[in-house]
């Protein structure tokens, strides 16, 4: 199994960015894909959700701080997923784990790429 996140990097307030998630080992289109992020100084246990898309019928969820900023999506045919990012903030610094959920024991987890948003 393995999840693969690319895309990060340093942005000036207001830039946009994608983030993409390829995956192998696991059949990817049946599972629930999500992106969370974990700030600066913040345990593994405090990462916060940023967004979900289900395997099915491609319904996302988002975290309230997104405030219709990001959007998420899936490409199935390329078991990858998505993150696009627009008017990023700096407190949107963190690094972005993509993660792959199907029920207890079927939760895979990437290595991260780190977003930094400065001027």
């Known amino acids: 199994v393995q999840l693969v996140e690319s895309g990060g990097g340093l942005v000036q307030p207001g830039a946009s960015l994608t983030l993409s998630c390829a995956t192998s080992g696991f059949p990817f289109n049946t599972y629930t894909a999500k992106w969370y992020r974990q700030a600066p100084g913040k345990e593994r246990e405090e990462r916060e959700l940023?967004?979900?898309?289900?395997?099915?019928?491609?319904?996302?969820n988002y975290g309230d701080f997104v405030k219709g900023r990001f959007a998420i999506s899936r490409d199935n045919g390329k078991n990858t997923v998505y993150l696009q990012m627009n008017s990023l903030k700096p407190e949107d610094t963190a690094r972005y784990y993509c993660?792959?959920?199907?029920?207890?024991?079927?939760?895979?987890w990437g290595q991260g790429t780190q977003v930094t948003v400065s001027s």
């Open positions: 993660n792959a959920w199907r029920g207890p024991g079927l939760d895979f």
């Open positions: 940023v967004a979900s898309i289900s395997s099915l019928s491609g319904s996302t």
